[in-house]
């Protein structure tokens, strides 16, 4: 098994541009999320899915959108890339038998100049 | 906004030693869990704990849980160079967690 797979590792984005970061798990979990890392402000919750056409607000949503068609895909949308959106990236996934272990990718590494 | 916050924020340890962190929660829980993230990786699970047990061991990794205390601690005992990392307290269920800042533990070698 491949687990959460991230594409791709690096990019940079002119303000203003648009991109989708993939995730993909091939671990049949049912729960997915996005988060963000920004130094000093440890991870902080996105957007979640609760399983294929079920998505939610997390801590920060704004400038970000999500769709969940698939229960293997969960991509992360920036509609319009602001500086204030340079960070790194990380999906995660779970099981729903309550263990709560989260599988995470090895992130996406986002610079918004 | 943290659930967790982790303390101290930098531990450094001569290799062999043990590592004690700690974290602080706000709201009741159902379980609390530590992740490790190496430099430039993602986050690894280490270690669940319930909010009905006291003390749960994994190997090298000794966690405990006071909900009176609303607090948690994770020790490493006999640490080395290769448990340099970045370590985080997280609670909250499958994949939405909140998480703290962290604490960055180096090891000498």
């Known amino acids: 098994n491949a687990g959460v797979t991230q594409t791709p590792k690096f990019q940079v984005l002119k303000t203003g541009q648009s991109m989708t970061l993939q995730c993909a798990q091939d671990?049949?979990?049912?729960?997915m999320s996005w988060y963000r890392q920004d130094p000093g402000m440890g991870l902080r919750l996105i957007h979640y899915?609760?399983?294929?056409?079920?998505?939610d607000q997390g801590e920060v949503p704004n400038g970000y959108n999500v769709s969940r068609s698939t229960t293997e895909d969960f991509p992360l949308r920036l509609l319009s890339a602001a500086p204030s959106q340079t960070s790194v990236y990380f999906c995660?996934?779970?099981?729903?038998?309550?263990?709560?272990?989260?599988?995470f990718g090895q992130g996406t590494r986002l610079t918004v100049v | 906004s943290q659930q967790g916050e982790e303390d101290p924020q930098a531990l450094s340890i001569q290799e062999g030693e043990n590592a004690t962190m700690n974290c602080s929660y706000k709201?009741?829980?159902?379980?609390l869990q530590w992740y490790r993230q190496n430099s430039g990786r993602g986050l690894v699970h280490l270690i669940l704990?319930?909010?009905?047990?006291r003390e749960k061991h994994s190997g090298r990794l000794r966690v405990t849980l006071d909900t009176s205390k609303k607090s948690s601690s994770l020790l490493i005992t006999a640490s080395r160079a290769a448990d340099t990392a970045s370590y985080f307290c997280?609670?909250?269920?499958?994949?939405?967690?909140?998480f703290g800042k962290g604490i960055t533990l180096s090891v000498r070698p």
């Open positions: 671990m049949n979990h049912e729960y």
């Open positions: 709201t009741s829980i159902n379980n």
């Open positions: 995660a996934s779970s099981y729903t038998d309550g263990q709560n272990k989260a599988f």
């Open positions: 997280g609670t909250g269920a499958n994949s939405k967690l909140t």
């Open positions: 704990i319930r909010s009905n047990e």
């Open positions: 899915s609760v399983g294929a056409g079920i998505t």
